[in-house]
């Protein structure tokens, strides 16, 4: 149970970040009676699911004086998991207007869709008088027990501001993570990462190879087919000797990880096979990144793992002045974003109460040894699958919510169900209708939405 309400503070909050975590964590706080400012470097809201065809300079975005390019969306992408489990809860993620030919209605809809859903949100909630546009958060320190930050605008005007309160939401998907591969300096292919990845023309009558088979990679892989002579993925969660062709393609090949390359242009996977490739994609993931955040060493960023972190969200010796939304993956995000901003607002409102700095380290010291114990490796700390509905519903009871969903816990894990065994249909093909119904007639009974759809798809 939520401790026991007491007398409520108001305080001067910064967010960065106007992406999904951003504007829910703004909303929330501003419903909590906090005044907000949310520092956008972009020119609209949506962060990641604004999509551009721009990429940067470098494929592989190792040159740190490049030019960054927030967005890692490419053009084919559409979601991974239905729409009506992914909304937040009380704005689902339903098709409207029916009458606009610009939406996408099916059920796992195309990035363009998810943005006129966050754009939708931002609208009905009126927050983008809350977003300073165009204005990059270059550092946030603490100063006398409050967070000063610096800023600089899209014309070059810096200034800076004093806050009671900073919550970090600006997502995870800007710096990349790029595979080892032995030999890879005297290889005389290209090489790119999936951040800089939007269509498929560049790789024409190519022969390439993907690193990674998770959901960019599985997508890429397959966009890239369309055109490539060969793809050939290379994965190192398969066994050495995986070597198979994948339905749904004439030129789609799965392997163990790559074993090396070499300067004749050849790769040589851990299966033993050999292919003479053009490119090298780098579907690996990505780094959490905080450049402009100074915490004189309280927080640290090592092989991925963002801490000490209570529950992913506060920094003990800190809290609860700087928070983080949306560190955890593989989950619900928009409905776990909406979730943790709730309960950072009525912590910093006094609504809630958090557990010493020391209880609260003893909890993430209890939390990291049993990740070692299980043979977790340190990247992983924020991944939850397995274990999101019970942190999903720690949270959940912190705020006096309402538990998460049967259905909609059921859907996510369906949908990562066929995400790992029919990659090549599941966005078209599924057997939980049931679910889909379960979704429409909760959003009906809580007058989320006025009529049931005449199909779920």
Not at 63 to 74: A, G, K, Q, W
Not at 242 to 269: C, Q, R
Not at 411 to 416: A, I, L, Q, T
Request: net charge negative; hydrophobic share 35%; charged share 25%.
């Amino acid at each position: 149970m939520a401790p026991a309400r007491s007398k409520t503070s108001r305080l001067h909050v910064a967010v960065i970040g106007a992406g999904a975590a951003g504007l829910v964590a703004a909303r929330e706080l501003r419903r909590e009676n906090h005044s907000v400012v949310v520092f956008e470097r972009n020119t609209q809201v949506g962060g990641l699911w604004v999509y551009t065809p721009d990429s940067e300079p470098d494929p592989l975005s190792l040159d740190p004086n490049r030019t960054i390019v927030h967005s890692s969306v490419y053009d084919s992408l559409r979601t991974n998991l239905p729409r009506e489990c992914m909304g937040y809860r009380d704005f689902p993620f339903v098709p409207r207007p029916e009458d606009d030919e610009s939406r996408d209605p099916r059920r796992y809809p195309s990035h363009r869709e998810v943005l006129a859903y966050l754009e939708d949100f931002a609208r009905k909630f009126k927050l983008e008088e809350m977003v300073r546009f165009e204005t990059e958060v270059v550092l946030v320190e603490l100063e006398e027990k409050k967070w000063r930050i610096q800023f600089r605008n899209s014309v070059g005007i810096s200034g800076d501001e004093i806050f009671d309160a900073v919550v970090v939401s600006n997502g995870h998907y800007t710096e990349p993570r790029v595979a080892y591969v032995p030999g890879i300096d005297s290889w005389p292919g290209k090489q790119v990462h999936s951040h800089n990845y939007r269509v498929p023309d560049p790789f024409n009558d190519q022969v390439v190879v993907v690193i990674g088979n998770f959901a960019s990679g599985s997508d890429i892989s397959r966009d890239i087919t369309r055109v490539a002579k060969e793809v050939h993925i290379a994965s190192r969660s398969n066994p050495s000797e995986t070597y198979e062709k994948l339905p749904g393609s004439n030129n789609l090949w799965l392997h163990s990880m790559i074993e090396s390359a070499h300067e004749d242009g050849s790769i040589v996977f851990k299966n033993g096979k050999v292919v003479q490739a053009d490119t090298i994609v780098h579907c690996t993931g990505y780094k959490y990144h905080f450049p402009f955040l100074n915490t004189n060493g309280y927080l640290t960023v090592e092989d991925n793992c963002v801490g000490p972190l209570y529950k992913h969200v506060f920094l003990p010796a800190l809290a609860p002045g700087l928070s983080f939304i949306g560190l955890p993956w593989m989950t619900l995000q928009f409905f776990m974003f909406e979730l943790q901003s709730k309960w950072v607002a009525a912590v910093l409102s006094g609504q809630v109460s958090l557990p010493s700095e020391e209880k609260m380290m003893e909890d993430v010291t209890a939390f990291y040894a049993k990740r070692d114990a299980n043979g977790i490796p340190k990247r992983y700390t924020h991944k939850l699958g397995g274990s999101q509905v019970e942190y999903l519903n720690w949270i959940a009871e912190q705020i006096d919510a309402p538990l998460l969903e049967q259905w909609r816990a059921e859907e996510v894990e369906g949908g990562y169900r066929r995400l790992a065994t029919q990659s090549d249909t599941f966005r078209d093909k599924w057997d939980d209708d049931h679910l889909i119904v379960e979704a429409y007639e909760d959003f009906l009974r809580q007058k989320l939405i006025s009529v049931l759809p005449s199909s779920g798809k």
